[in-house]
């Protein structure tokens, strides 16, 4: 602020640089509670501080520097840049997305995104365009694979591609085929997906657990027992309706605690990051 001039007073903020004309100067009004004062003229000053004394506000010069804040705090607060997917920054070359598509798939997603409505209300909607999104902002020239799974596997192509214009596309037309199927099969699809060759990160969204927990586990273990991929996991659950009765929310919170543990247990013994909503 060390250009500007700030003069306050008790119903407005006036901004403005030395040579500036009235005209071009910026002021903004405001309203105070009954009572209190305000006032106060700074130039050219590199701080600027507010101090609230009883009833009144008074602008100054700030005699004392802010400190620093800890390094770690401004690192999580940092805002991730670069394509996402539920959040998670994609990160990794070659990269494998696995979308579960049970028949779960077909109730209503819990998932808010800041600011965003999503094209549709079902997981599998919010799923797919989630998925075309973090397609459209990845770099051209990265590798990747697209695996969707219910008992069956389905991979977009046999091996890795190069993204461009044309597998985007062709993504895009692949991934608008798939609707609410069957059961889970977690644990064939990540293999399918591992098998595709040296994966640098894998991308799993599922909205639950197979019928075999351990064999699933098993499957994607020994699956990547050599190349080691991060397999990154979003959990997405159904919302509990507030006038759902008790025993039917009982169910769903046992499905949900079940299907988490599942899910977490993956991206902990693979080293990705586990991300789900509340």
């Not at 973090?134 to 991979?155: C, E, I, P």
């Not at 699809?189 to 064999?215: H, N, Q």
């Not at 990154?232 to 543990?261: C, H, W, Y």
Request: net charge negative; proline share 5%; charged share 30%.
């Amino acid at each position: 602020v060390s250009q500007f001039s700030i003069i306050l007073s008790k119903k407005s903020v006036t901004v403005f640089e030395k040579d500036d004309t009235e005209v071009e100067r910026v002021t903004r009004s405001f309203i105070l509670p009954d009572g209190y004062d305000a006032f106060g003229t700074l130039q050219e000053e590199n701080l600027l501080c507010l101090e609230k004394k009883g009833k009144t506000i008074i602008l100054s010069k700030c005699d004392h520097a802010f400190p620093e804040k800890p390094k770690e705090e401004a690192k999580q607060k940092v805002i991730p840049s670069g394509p996402t997917f539920y959040g998670l920054v994609i990160e990794g070359d070659p990269v494998v997305f696995v979308l579960d598509r049970s028949g779960s798939m077909e109730r209503e997603s819990g998932w808010v995104f800041q600011g965003i409505q999503p094209p549709g209300q079902r997981k599998i909607d919010v799923a797919k365009w989630q998925l075309k999104s973090a397609l459209q902002g990845m770099n051209d020239g990265t590798r990747f694979n697209l695996v969707f799974f219910d008992s069956d596997v389905k991979k977009f192509k046999s091996g890795l591609v190069e993204l461009n214009d044309q597998t985007r596309e062709e993504a895009f037309s692949f991934i608008e085929t798939f609707e609410p199927g069957t059961t889970t099969n977690t644990g064939e699809a990540v293999m399918e997906a591992l098998s595709l060759g040296d994966i640098d990160a894998l991308y799993l969204l599922s909205d639950g657990r197979p019928d075999s927990v351990p064999i699933a586990l098993a499957q994607i273990k020994n699956a990547n027992a050599v190349d080691k991929a991060k397999i990154n996991v979003i959990a997405i659950f159904k919302k509990i309706p507030e006038d759902d009765p008790e025993t039917q929310k009982e169910k769903l919170e046992e499905e949900r605690q079940q299907g988490q543990k599942f899910l977490q247990q993956i991206a902990d013994e693979n080293g990705g990051v586990f991300a789900t909503h509340k």
